[in-house]
């Protein structure tokens, strides 16, 4: 079982910036794949990143690339959102979600263990 604690949002002025954590439990957590999605209201769950164990498995939503940066620190179990130039239209609640399988994947449905989740608010 890995559990997953989000921390990091808040109310933010457009044009700020926001880093969301998440702390994973877990002994394999460097092979995990990691990913943070977002929900606003009326709208499906969407992912904004994720990262595989390796480097090259990264990706990004069209929305947040230039924005954002997925990174994890594997000596912590924890991996970090950090958001830029945010917009009215990030305003969500944001989820981390872990695999257990090292296969990287952009998939929602394939994501095993998920945060609470934390708000993010960006006011215009």
């Known amino acids: 079982q890995v559990q997953l604690v989000e921390s990091g949002g808040g109310l933010v002025q457009a044009g700020g910036s926001l880093r969301l954590s998440c702390a994973a439990s877990?002994?394999?957590?460097?092979?995990?794949?990691m990913g943070w999605f977002r929900q606003a209201p009326g709208k499906e769950r969407e992912l904004v990143a994720a990262s595989g164990w390796s480097a090259s498995n990264t990706y990004y939503a069209d929305s947040v690339k230039g924005r954002c940066t997925i990174s994890r620190d594997n000596a912590k179990n924890t991996v970090y959102l950090q958001m830029n130039r945010l917009k009215p239209g990030d305003t969500a609640v944001y989820y981390c979600a872990a695999k257990s399988d090292s296969s990287f994947t952009i998939r929602t449905i394939d994501y095993d263990y998920w945060g609470q989740g934390t708000q993010v608010t960006v006011s215009s």
């Open positions: 877990g002994r394999t957590f460097s092979s995990y794949v």
